[in-house]
C-alpha cells in the first residue's frame, strides 16, 4: 500500500481557507484519490470538544501554555485517530491548519518561543509532517473583513490587529524557513485565480 499524501492549508483568519479545501477535494477526486478533509484544531470527538475551549469565549482567562498545550493535545488525537490511519491506508488527508499555525498564533501572536513548540511538535508528531502545505497570504484587514462579515466573532478573532499583523510575520517565516514545504498563495485577488494557482502546486505532487 503506498502511504497517502498529507496537505495542509494555512493562513490568517477569513483568508479562504475552507472555501478552497472543498475546491482541492473536488480536484483530487476527479483525479481518483480518495481523500479525507479535516481539521484543527479538532478532527475527532475529543479534539473538537477542546476545539470549543480553545474558541469559546470563557470568564476564566486561558493562559498561554494551556492554549498550547490544548492544541497539541487536540493534535495528538487526531494525528492517531485520523491522520495517520488515513495515511496509512493509502488516502490523502486534507487538513485545515496543522502545526504551522501553532508556530504563527502561539508562536508569533503570544510569542511563546520557536523551541518550546518544535519541542511538543517532536514529541506528538515524531517524524509527521505535512507533504505539502499551501499559505494563503492577504493583508489582515481583508481576511478580518470577510470574517466578520461572516458574524460573531470567537476568542481568536476578537484578538487586535496587531496579533494579527505578528501571525501573518510568523507563517510568512516559515514560508521562509521550509521553502520545499510551504508554497504561498497570494489569497488577495479573485477566487478563480486563488485557485488557478492552487492547481498549479498541487499539479506537481501529482506527477
Ligand atoms: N489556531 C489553530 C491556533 O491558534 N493554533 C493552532 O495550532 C491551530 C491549529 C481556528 C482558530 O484556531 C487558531 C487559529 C484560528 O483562529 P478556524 O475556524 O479554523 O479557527 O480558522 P479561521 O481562520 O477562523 O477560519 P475562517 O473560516 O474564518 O477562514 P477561512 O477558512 O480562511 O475563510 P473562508 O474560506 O471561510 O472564507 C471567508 C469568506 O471569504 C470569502 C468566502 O466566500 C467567505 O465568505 N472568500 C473570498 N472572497 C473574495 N475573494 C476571494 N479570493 C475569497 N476567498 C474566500
Given at each position: 500500500m503506498i502511504r497517502g499524501k498529507f496537505i495542509t492549508l494555512e493562513g490568517g483568519e477569513g483568508v479562504g481557507k475552507t472555501t478552497n479545501l472543498a475546491f482541492i477535494k473536488d480536484y483530487l477526486q476527479q483525479h481518483n484519490i480518495t481523500v479525507v478533509v479535516t481539521r484543527e484544531p479538532g478532527g475527532t470527538v475529543l479534539a473538537e470538544k477542546i476545539r470549543h475551549i480553545l474558541l469559546d469565549k470563557h470568564s476564566e482567562a486561558i493562559s498561554e501554555h494551556a492554549e498550547l498545550l490544548l492544541m497539541f493535545a487536540a493534535r495528538a488525537q487526531h494525528i492517531k485517530h485520523v491522520i495517520e490511519p488515513a495515511l496509512a491506508q493509502g488516502r490523502w488527508v486534507l487538513c485545515d491548519r496543522f502545526t504551522d499555525a501553532t508556530y504563527a498564533?502561539?508562536?508569533?501572536?503570544?510569542?511563546?518561543r520557536s523551541s518550546t513548540i518544535e519541542c511538543l511538535e517532536n514529541l506528538v508528531q515524531?517524524?509527521?509532517?505535512?507533504d505539502l502545505t499551501l499559505l494563503l497570504d492577504a493583508p489582515v484587514e481583508i481576511g478580518i473583513e470577510r470574517a466578520r462579515k461572516r458574524g460573531a466573532f470567537d476568542r481568536f478573532e476578537a484578538e487586535k490587529i496587531s496579533f494579527f499583523e505578528q501571525v501573518r510575520r510568523a507563517y510568512l517565516l516559515q514560508a521562509e524557513l521550509h521553502p520545499e514545504r510551504i508554497k504561498l498563495i497570494k489569497?488577495?485577488?479573485?477566487l478563480a485565480d486563488v485557485q488557478r494557482a492552487l492547481i498549479e502546486v498541487i499539479h506537481t505532487l501529482l506527477r
Open positions: 498564533y502561539q508562536g508569533g501572536g503570544r510569542n511563546m515524531g517524524p509527521l509532517r505535512p489569497a488577495n485577488q479573485p
